[in-house]
């Protein structure tokens, strides 16, 4: 069988991975010139198997109006004239119920652990090189009620199997003397020992280069995929900047670019762009004050991680402003937060990046087969989460190609 995917993103890059380890020839279609350019290039880099509840939460309602009075929110919203904007949030709002929400995080843990047991598998058998780091993740608290509410959700955690420990102010400067800074703002944290981070990037390419060489992969960068070549109603082959390309089946893995594929076949995905910005800082002697374990400021929204010798932050959700342009105010308000969590840092050396996750109004990713033509299948719609659910949804995607046994229960997940 010969497998057509587009897009040489996490997504892309780990499902043809795992259709390689199934003997399967793969063909990955990438339109830029470069694996894992587009929002796989720079994102947070947190495998974050335990904290995967959705945007989507009643709290919402409660936290809106401030984020959306506050200068430097972590949440921006500009309204557009896009029947598109308006159908994916009269979706979310719907979803901001939570029996939806437990619903939806017991869902989402089943696949997030699926992407452990497969990354560590793939970890174990290739020795993949990605700057992988797995010493926990501590979400820090400045306040006290979403405190308590973490320490409620922890509890609902533990009980669909997550381990995490509610660390009062003193605990937590102990386990990450760098947080000092906070002083008598730091209230507690939830730290998950078994939380993970990597280079994303460094990911894809890693696993490239496992395959490299063998000849039933092939990579053809420059290659952006224009349409669809139907007989009847399978998907027959590709049309490409390069001509036209014919496989057994179809993967679209494009990220926010499988919207307008999928469109194309009489589709109305609800994926929506919701924009984020990253700081890479080098490292160099600054180890003593920057954290050793990933670290979330809750109420700012910034992740930090040490990957190998870089400080990745990332932060911000933009609804409504398409483009991957850095507002220098934006930019800005990031890098003044930064600096009062951690004094000093040399951030004016840091490179700036923006990314579109490709988000669905429930944060549950699309895996399985297309409803719109026969041999087409879909993986894309992973939000803020798609390095932590891509091997897992590799899997899944796979098994069920392949006509195998699926290693959850795939139902809430497919198109
Ligand atoms: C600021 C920020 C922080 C984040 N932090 C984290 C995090 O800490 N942990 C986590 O798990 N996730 C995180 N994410 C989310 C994660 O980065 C995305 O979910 C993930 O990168 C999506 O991968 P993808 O392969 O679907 O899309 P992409 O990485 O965008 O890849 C899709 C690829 O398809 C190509 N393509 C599109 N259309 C076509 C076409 N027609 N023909 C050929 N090629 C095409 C594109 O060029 C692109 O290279 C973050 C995102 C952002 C923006």
Redesign the pocket.
């Known amino acids: 069988m010969h497998v057509c995917i587009?897009?040489?993103?996490?997504?892309?890059?780990s499902t043809a991975f795992m259709l390689r380890q199934k003997g399967v020839r793969v063909t990955v279609?990438?339109?830029?010139k470069e694996i894992?350019?587009?929002?796989?290039?720079a994102?947070?880099?947190?495998?974050?198997y335990s904290y995967v509840a959705p945007l989507a939460d009643p709290g919402v309602f409660k936290d809106l109006p401030r984020w959306l009075l506050k200068k430097d929110s972590p949440l921006r919203f500009r309204p557009a004239l896009d029947p598109q904007q308006w159908r994916w949030l009269m979706r979310f709002l719907q979803l901001c119920r939570s029996d939806v929400v437990r619903r939806t995080t017991a869902q989402m843990l089943t696949l997030s652990y699926l992407s452990r047991d497969v990354l560590r598998d793939w970890q174990a058998r290739f020795g993949l090189e990605f700057a992988h780091q797995s010493n926990g993740k501590l979400i820090v608290f400045r306040s006290t009620g979403p405190f308590e509410h973490a320490r409620e959700q922890a509890q609902l955690q533990a009980d669909l199997g997550s381990t995490q420990q509610v660390l009062e102010a003193g605990q937590v400067l102990e386990l990450e003397p760098s947080l000092q800074a906070l002083g008598t703002r730091l209230k507690g944290a939830i730290y998950t020992p078994s939380e993970e981070?990597g280079d994303?990037r460094l990911f894809c390419e890693s696993l490239h280069t496992c395959m490299q060489g063998d000849a039933d992969y092939q990579l053809l960068l420059d290659?952006?995929?224009?349409s669809f070549v139907r007989e009847g109603r399978d998907i027959r082959a590709v049309r490409?900047s390069h001509g036209e390309i014919a496989a057994d089946q179809f993967v679209v893995?494009?990220?926010?670019?499988?919207v307008?594929?999928l469109r194309q076949l009489g589709g109305q995905p609800l994926i929506y762009p919701?924009?984020?910005?990253?700081l890479s800082l080098p490292l160099d002697g600054l180890s003593q004050s920057v954290p050793a374990i990933s670290v979330t400021d809750y109420e700012r929204r910034i992740?930090y991680?040490r990957l190998g010798q870089v400080l990745r932050m990332?932060?911000?959700v933009d609804i409504g402003f398409g483009g991957l342009d850095i507002p220098p105010a934006r930019m800005a308000g990031f890098k003044q937060q930064v600096n009062e969590l951690f004094p000093g840092l040399p951030l004016e050396q840091a490179q700036t990046?923006?990314?579109?996750?490709?988000a669905t109004p429930s944060g549950k990713p699309v895996v399985g087969a297309s409803q719109l033509a026969g041999r087409l299948w879909v993986?894309?719609g992973?939000?803020?989460?798609?390095?932590?659910?891509?091997c897992g949804s590799a899997a899944v995607l796979a098994a069920r190609m392949l006509g195998e046994p699926v290693p959850i229960d795939d139902a809430p997940f497919r198109p």
């Open positions: 587009i897009g040489a993103g996490v997504i892309g890059m279609l990438e339109a830029g894992a350019g587009g929002t796989s290039f994102n947070g880099g947190q495998l974050s981070a994303t290659h952006a995929v224009h490409t893995a494009g990220g926010m670019g499988s307008g594929l919701l924009k984020g910005y990253s992740v991680a990332a932060a911000m990046w923006a990314g579109l996750r490709p993986n894309a992973h939000g803020a989460l798609g390095f932590t659910l891509a």
